[in-house]
Structure formats: structure tokens, C-alpha cells
């Protein structure tokens, strides 16, 4: 093994859309696929199922109807642990480690609420919270630059101008706030990240992995955001290739709202 396919991807609800992981293995031979928002307590995780696709090692930390995040590998995973942000309680973080010895840090970052405004949502309040505490973690880890190290997930941010479909119509909704932005800049900066997409689409093109439910006709109006990341740390710059956004499984039957990310990372 030289390299590993590594996919991120907010299923939103692991059990209903369990043919849609099948379709996706089917044309993508994923070595590994990170999920979030998989709404189901570990004692009902599908293990079984996702193990005749050949995800033989499932690392879970779920929530009954709520949130979740998993890792389905078909390689080992060295050592799994997950972090408790904001000491709420949820399951919105999972780390394993992967052959190569490369670090995976999967989140499902909260969505904020409709209200821009932490005094009056608490929500928000939380959110931007846990993009504090991220910073935190990550500005605390040592070697940076020589660790081997991924970041994928909904981060539920859309960092950057052309992150979004309407950069000023935008501004103040939740996921494009400054407040949530200036946040994702000073998570960047505390690990020296690599946005592997934005590395590889030019800043002025847009580009999306979320489409709202809302919209009847979502490939016509085009109205996304760019909510699902993967980043890199620098000692792992050289060693992605072929990036992905499936913008393709939108339109597949009974469909998450967001799509999948992939890339290849040699090891």
C-alpha cells in the first residue's frame, strides 16, 4: 500500500442512506470514508452492513438522532480517540490514526441557528465556541509542520468569497458570518492548514458541497456553499492528489444535502 483514497462526507443519517455509501464505494474504491451527522446511538451503528463493503475497521461516537461521527477504514487504525468541545455532551468529534502514521481529526462543527448573534442564540453562541476550542487544540500540538496530520468534516463554515453563492447577500447568514470566518482564518493559522480544495481551485472560482433541501431545483439555481473541508497539514502537501468534490451525488435518489469530498494521500 502506498497511498490511501480518504473521503469526507455528512451522510445525514447513516442508516437511511446506507445504499448511497454502496454506490459510492462502488465507483470509488475509498480506503477510508468519514462521516458525520450519522444520527444513531453506537449499540445500532451499522457495522455489519459496512463491513460487507469491506470498511472492516469502524471507528463510531454517536448520538441517538442527533449529530455522530464515524470512521469506516478498510485499513487498521492505530489508536482512535474523540474530544468532548464545549463539554456538551455531543458526538462531534472523532481522531484515529492511520498507516504512515498520519493523524485524522473528523468533525461535525454545529450548525449555529438561523440568528447571527450569540446573546440572542445560543446556538451560535455554541458554535463559535467550538471554533474557538479548535484553535485551541490545534495551536497547542506540537512539531506542525513535520506532523502528518488531515482535518476533514461539515465544518459548517464557508470560509472564503467564493465559498458561497453570494458573497454580500450572505454576510449575515449563518456559516459566512465575519465572526465565523475570522474564526476559520485563526484555525488555519494555529496548525499551518492546507485548504486541499481551495489549493486546488483557484480563490476567484466558485465551488460548493451543500445544497439546501429548500431549493426544488438545486442544480438550476446553483445556490451552495462550501460547508465540507479537507485539509492538510504541510508535511502532507506533497503527498495529495486527486481531489474530488462529488458534486454529481446531489442528484442521487433520496440524497444527503451535502456531497462528498475525497482525496488521494500518499503514505
Not at 25 to 46: G, I, N, R, S
Not at 206 to 222: G, P, Q
Request: glycine share 4%; with cysteine; proline share 5%.
Amino acid at each position: 500500500m502506498t497511498s490511501l483514497l480518504i473521503a469526507t462526507w455528512n451522510i445525514n443519517s447513516v442508516r437511511l442512506r446506507l445504499p448511497l455509501i454502496e454506490k459510492l464505494v462502488a465507483a470509488y474504491p475509498l480506503d477510508v470514508l468519514c462521516l458525520q451527522e450519522t444520527k444513531v446511538a453506537d449499540a445500532e451503528f451499522p457495522s455489519a452492513d459496512l463491513k460487507r463493503l469491506g470498511f472492516t475497521h469502524c471507528s463510531i461516537n454517536g448520538q441517538k438522532g442527533y449529530h455522530g461521527v464515524a470512521v469506516l477504514s478498510r485499513v487498521p487504525l492505530a489508536k482512535v480517540d474523540a474530544r468532548d468541545f464545549c463539554s456538551k455532551g455531543d458526538a462531534r468529534h472523532l481522531k484515529v490514526v492511520l498507516p504512515g502514521d498520519i493523524e485524522v481529526h473528523n468533525f461535525y462543527v454545529p450548525a449555529g441557528g438561523d440568528i447571527p448573534d450569540p446573546k440572542a442564540n445560543d446556538k451560535f453562541a455554541h458554535k463559535l465556541q467550538f471554533l474557538e476550542e479548535m484553535e485551541g487544540l490545534f495551536s497547542k500540538m506540537k512539531s506542525k509542520r513535520a506532523a502528518r496530520r488531515i482535518v476533514v468534516g461539515d465544518l459548517n463554515v464557508a470560509p472564503f468569497e467564493h465559498d458561497v453563492w453570494s458573497h454580500k447577500q450572505l454576510l449575515d447568514v449563518v456559516s459566512h458570518t465575519p465572526a465565523e470566518t475570522e474564526r476559520m482564518m485563526s484555525i488555519y493559522a494555529a496548525h499551518d492548514w492546507i485548504d486541499l480544495t481551495r489549493s486546488v481551485v483557484p480563490a476567484e472560482q466558485k465551488v460548493f458541497s451543500w445544497w439546501s433541501y429548500r431549493n426544488s431545483d438545486w442544480e438550476k439555481s446553483d445556490r451552495g456553499r462550501r460547508l465540507d473541508h479537507f485539509w492538510v497539514s504541510p508535511a502532507l502537501k506533497e503527498a495529495a492528489s486527486e481531489h474530488l468534490i462529488l458534486r454529481e451525488a446531489r442528484n442521487w435518489e433520496r440524497p444527503s444535502d451535502h456531497v462528498p469530498v475525497m482525496a488521494r494521500i500518499s503514505i
